[in-house]
């Protein structure tokens, strides 16, 4: 009988062929496999039920879950494969201990209890090392740690400072790292589909919302949002393992140089590589940044339009011409332009939308607003006598920038509805980014965003969006709620737009690429929004892909 695993694995990493032949071999079985671009299939023979069972479970066991494993089915078949397949002679990536490893790390009674220098052909970071345990440094550095120091550690992929989390959170750039997902689930606002993230063998980084109970007990730290993970090597793993047994669960990592009262240099200084950030919604995963642990695959230049280079890269690889003759681009970016385009075999890239417009101060905008109608004008007469000193403090802001996009159009909102002092536009809008990210309502006020027809094209108007969510804070809706309604209302409005053009040019498939997409409100709700009608795929800018 012959058992048929078949994987959608979106990812260059033969991690699961590598955990499939050991086990093969471990089982004493005969097997072989295939892969068609995303599509691996994994075959077992067994002339007994018994081996059949034990291999499955054996295989259960050391099959590490993957970011990049999006489905999986298994069924018997009548045959497999004649062609014998072959590992492509590849470095494996560096991650964290796979099941096997870190069980043997953990058992007393293994000879490699507490040796960091514990990796096999699945996973580690191929680092040598005297084979021994280390649980005496660990555990002193543990006790350290719980009496308030602050360490410097070499792990396995650079220098890092850790410590207890306190106040110091506010005043450097570190992630938390937990010691389990019920810790995880306890402090923070963390999805189902989160956590299955955070537990892969690649230990991703996921920014998270504190929770009350997270304020309760670390009062004196203000921040909201933290970058929360795992250990993601073997000297981590084993430090949180005694942290944990002295009752601590969380700590901080910084890649800053913090004064320490410590140092653990187990292993010389490594080459730094960047731990993985990504954004998770039920159905897509996104790389925010970071090469840790990935597979090296060279990108090739498109076009020299970012955007459409990011649609063609993402096109490629995910062979979305070989399903699709008309696709959606939606370009959502801080710095860049934003648009939307459409390719189609017949006629190349066209441009549908583009989110670009221009103001030369805020007065300017005060007083487009003003003449467009008799409402508009009495909107800012109310503005004007409701807040006549910030109306004083912001009207003679004058603008350097040439041509705006949304993120800019969030900041120009954020200084008009007075949610920051800050007159930075960019700065700005990282207000309405923070606020919608810890509102915690079902949904926002509803704020406009609209075509108008200028020259027989449709243009972005940007001055409506500001116009109703002037209207909202005069009705004193609060910062919160209005600043997850602008993001909540342009995604809906993105989304009129795809149905339009499934509609009007038969679009199938929708590619949105753009720095934004690394905000958990963003991409969650396209996530959700866009996916109902359409094939959709995601890139930021610095990864397009994992292939």
């Known amino acids: ?13 033969d991690l699961y062929q590598r955990t499939f ?15 068609d671009h995303f599509e691996l299939r994994l075959f077992v023979e067994s002339t007994t039920v018994e081996a059949l069972e034990a291999f499955v479970d054996r295989f259960a066991e050391a099959l590490p879950h993957s970011l990049f494993l999006y489905d999986t089915q298994a069924t018997l078949v009548e045959q497999m494969p004649s062609e014998q397949y072959s590992l492509q002679d590849v470095q494996i990536a560096p991650t964290a201990p796979c099941p096997r490893c870190l069980k043997e790390l953990t058992d007393p009674q293994s000879e490699n209890y507490y040796n960091i220098f514990t990796h096999c052909s699945l996973c580690g970071y191929d680092i040598q090392g005297e084979t021994k345990s280390y649980q005496p440094e660990l555990h002193s550095t ?51 589909h989160e956590l299955k993230a955070l537990s892969s063998i690649e230990k991703p980084a996921i920014r998270l919302h504190k929770k009350l109970l997270f304020s309760v007990d670390l009062a004196e730290i203000e921040r909201e949002l933290f970058y929360v993970r795992f250990a993601d090597d073997a000297i981590l793993s084993l430090l949180m393992e005694e942290l944990h047994a002295l009752g601590v669960a969380m ?69 979305v011409l070989s399903r699709h003759q008309s696709i959606v681009g939606i370009n959502l970016d801080r710095e860049q332009s934003n648009n939307i385009i459409v390719y189609g075999e017949k006629f190349g890239v066209v441009e549908y939308l583009s989110f670009d417009f221009s103001f030369d101060s805020i007065d300017d905008i005060f007083t487009q607003i003003a003449s467009t109608n008799e ?20 009207k003679d802001i004058s603008f350097a920038d040439s041509s705006f996009n949304i993120y800019k159009l969030w900041g120009i909102m954020a200084i008009i509805l007075d949610f920051t002092p800050e007159r930075d536009l960019d700065r700005a809008a990282d207000i309405v980014e923070q606020s919608a990210m810890v509102f915690q309502g079902e949904r926002g006020p509803r704020i406009d965003y609209k075509l108008i027809n200028r020259d027989g094209k449709a243009h972005f108007d940007p001055l ?34 795809q149905d339009e053009l499934i509609q009007n040019m038969q679009t199938t498939a929708t590619v949105v690429t753009g720095s934004l997409l690394d905000n958990r409100v963003i991409f969650s709700k396209m996530s959700r929004e866009l996916s109902a009608s359409s094939d959709v795929y995601f890139a930021n800018n610095s990864i397009a892909v994992i292939l």
């Open 1 to 13: 009988m012959i058992l048929e695993y078949r994987l959608d694995y979106r990812s260059a990493s």
């Open 142 to 192: 543990a006790q350290a740690i719980q009496k308030g120091e602050i360490v410097a550690i070499d792990t396995m992929y650079g220098r890092y400072s850790v410590g207890l989390v306190s106040d110091i959170c506010d005043r450097i750039e570190c992630d938390l790292m937990a010691y389990d997902l019920a810790t995880v689930e306890r402090y923070t606002h963390c999805e189902a």
């Open 21 to 35: 032949l050991q086990t093969l071999q471990e089982s004493n079985l005969q097997g072989n496999i295939s892969q």
């Open 464 to 497: 409506m969006s500001i116009r109703t969510a002037m209207s909202f804070k005069l009705a004193g809706v609060d910062k919160l709620s209005l600043s997850y309604g602008m993001i909540e209302s342009f995604i809906e409005f993105i989304n009129q737009q």
């Open 251 to 319: 700590i901080f990592i910084s890649r800053e140089s913090i004064e320490s009262q410590r140092e653990l240099t187990l292993i010389p200084t490594q080459q730094e590589l960047e731990p993985l950030r990504v954004v998770a919604s039920p159905k897509h995963i996104l790389i925010v940044s970071g090469n840790r642990g990935l597979p090296q695959v060279a990108k090739v230049e498109r076009d020299s339009n970012p955007a459409i280079d990011r649609l063609y890269t993402i096109m490629d690889a995910y062979r």
């Open 375 to 394: 409402s508009a004008k009495n909107l800012m007469t109310n503005y004007r006598n409701k807040f006549p000193e910030h109306y004083d403090s912001i």
